[in-house]
């Protein structure tokens, strides 16, 4: 039978926890992949009916830690676009690529990450006309299976 469960708690060191434990079946290395409850629904073109819903993986995490009714995860590759592992690793990574492109003194800004948010520098919050929301992101409610190994 295969483990679900959900993210109770986003840890800070890439981590997460997972309401489930050594009670529902869990052992250390045991891998989830974490994803959006409910899915995403997809529509027919044709004749506009729903063909159903599809999950989109976040990312997987391998147990490290296990008690009774909780276990530790520890977070692995995402498929987050250029290489980001979050919205944070995402702002470093344009900095080095607009600062490869533009000249040091470019700043991307608008990530959470704080810095200079002065009125005159146009952050890319305001550009988009309000706050960025990482929905790749792990988040507490998250949705986490077992991934059964192939053998």
Do not use: Y
């Not at 994803?35 to 529509?43: I, L």
């Not at 676009?81 to 991307?108: H, K, S, T, Y």
């Amino acid at each position: 039978m295969t483990v679900e469960g959900k993210i109770a708690k986003v840890l800070g060191n890439n981590e997460v926890v997972v309401n489930r434990g050594r009670e529902h079946g869990v052992r250390h290395g045991m891998v989830f992949e974490i994803f959006s409850p409910g899915g995403d629904e997809v529509w027919d073109p044709d004749t506009g009916e729903t063909l159903g819903t599809v999950e989109d993986v976040k990312a997987k995490a391998e147990v490290s830690e296990v008690k009774d009714k909780l276990s530790v995860a520890r977070l692995s590759g995402g498929d987050n676009p250029l290489g980001a592992a979050n919205m944070g690793d995402m702002q470093e990574n344009l900095q080095r690529i607009f600062g490869q492109m533009f000249g040091d003194n470019v700043q991307v800004q608008g990530f959470g990450m704080g810095g200079n948010q002065d009125d005159d520098n146009d952050d890319l919050e305001s550009m988009f006309g309000g706050p960025l929301e990482d929905l790749s992101q792990v988040q507490v409610g998250d949705a986490a299976r077992e991934i059964k190994s192939k053998r």
